[in-house]
Each structure stands twice: as C-alpha cells, then as structure tokens.
C-alpha cells in the first residue's frame, strides 16, 4: 500500500473510532432514560461493535501488505460513502416534512399512537396530542381520531390514554373517536380510515421524525386531501428516533405501504 492508500487507511479508523465511541455513549444515554430495553437502541451497540472491529481489520490489512490492499480500502470507502448519502437523503426527506405546516380546515384529525406510561401519556405523545389540541380549539369543526392499541406494558390503550388526556385539556370528548386495534403506522391508518365519514381533507399528527412515513402512507391509503402537523419530540431520544425511522421509512418503501 503506498502512502496515500496508508493515509486514507488511518483516516478511516480514526473515523470508525471516533464513530463507535460516540455510539456507545449515546446507548448509554439512552439506558439513562428508559433503562435498558431489547428494542432499536442495540442498534447503537451492534453498530458500535462493528466499527470497532471494521476498525482492526482494516488495521490488519494495513500489516498485510498485500497488493489489492489498496482497491479493497477504496472500495469500503465507496461504499461508506453510498451508505451515508443515501441515509442523508432519506433523513433530509423527514426533516423537510417534519415542519410543514397544514391549511384550516380539515374534516378529520387522526392522531397516531406511542408509548402510554401504565395510564399517562409518554412525553413524545403529549406533543402530538398539544399539538392536535392547538389545531382543533382553532378549527371548532375538525374532529380527531386517536388511533393505537394496548402495548407492552401498557395498562390502557394508546385510544383511551390519549383521548383522556384531550378531554381533560378542554376538547369536548363528542369530537373525539377511538380506534383501539392498530399497532403500527400503516394499521393506523386502515383503520382510522373506517371511521371516517364522507371528508375531503385529513391531517395527521406525530411527531415530526414520524410525519414523513406517516403522510405518505395516509397518501397511499386515503382519497382525501392529506397533509401532517409535526410535533416536538421533547427528549434527548430524538436521535434514536430520526435514525429508527430511516429504517422503518425503507421497510415500509419495501413493503408497498409507501
């Protein structure tokens, strides 16, 4: 390997370092809050894992010696960097939807479910439910549709916790309707959608990492006019998410439901 291949070799374990130790630290941020959970945040250890050892065989290739060292080094680079843009690109998607902003109007709010805490609502629902709140009190006729099913330790459903906490707020508990069967974004949406009567314009709320997936699966499902209203995270978990919903965003792409 010549010395330009040698630089470009320490750069990249520096990068890989610099990258897995940045990961380990935010898992440890992440156990901080919620404790520790078999859930997407061991993506944030696996992925840790594999730059550190990524990071000693390119070390070893560097002992080698050997004269393809060179093109395979360019080729992980390239790869690397296939990699990144692309997750750029998808991330650059959800940020520019997370904050648009929805007309008045709209016959129907559906409100997509999260976390309920035993009966309460977790801190990233309780910003899409203030936000849902602050569109309805402006548009007196718009009805909301709370929509997500009991999970994992979950005393109530998603429906019931969140049409709860909307009543005890001051919307007026005849403006609200629950679907308690979905358990993911698509399902919410199917189901939702029996509900609704005759409407020609639906906004859907989440959180803004979420409204991306969240429109676009609407867009595929409803004939209605569709638009979102992004709500604030709230927490220092707010990368976790935008990087979990880069995943779901191509599963859902895969899987037709976008």
């Not at 993506?43 to 840790?48: C, Q, R």
């Not at 007026?172 to 069967?181: A, F, G, N, S, Y």
Request: charged share 20%; aromatic share 10%.
């Amino acid at each position: 390997m010549d010395k330009r291949g040698e630089k470009k070799l320490i750069i990249m374990q520096v990068i890989l370092v610099v990258l897995g130790i940045a990961a380990v630290v935010y898992y440890s941020i992440i156990v901080s809050i919620l404790g520790f959970r078999r859930d997407f945040s061991l993506v944030w250890i696996v992925g840790a894992l594999g730059c550190f050892v990524l990071c000693f065989l390119l070390n070893q290739m560097g002992k080698l010696q050997y004269a393809g060292a060179s093109k395979v080094l360019n080729m992980l680079i390239a790869v690397f960097v296939i990699l990144i843009v692309f997750f750029a690109f998808i991330e650059s998607l959800i940020l520019r939807t997370g904050f648009a902003k929805p007309d008045a109007g709209a016959d129907y709010m559906i409100v997509l479910g999260a976390q309920v805490n035993g009966t309460k609502v977790s801190k990233a629902l309780r910003c899409r439910l203030d936000a849902a709140i602050s569109y309805a009190m402006d548009n007196k006729e718009t009805k909301v549709i709370v929509s997500g099913a009991q999970g994992y330790k979950e005393d109530i459903t998603e429906a019931k916790a969140m049409r709860d906490y909307l009543v005890e707020n001051g919307l007026e508990e005849e403006r609200v309707i629950m679907e308690d069967k979905s358990t993911n974004t698509n399902e919410n949406i199917m189901y939702s959608k029996k509900l609704m009567e005759q409407s020609d314009y639906v906004v859907i709320v989440t959180n803004r990492f979420h409204l991306y997936r969240g429109v676009h699966i609407a867009k595929k499902q409803l004939t209605q006019k569709v638009e979102g209203l992004g709500a604030d995270t709230g927490t220092l978990l707010f990368l976790n998410y935008y990087v979990r919903e880069a995943f779901a965003i191509v599963k859902d792409g895969l899987m037709g439901h976008i």
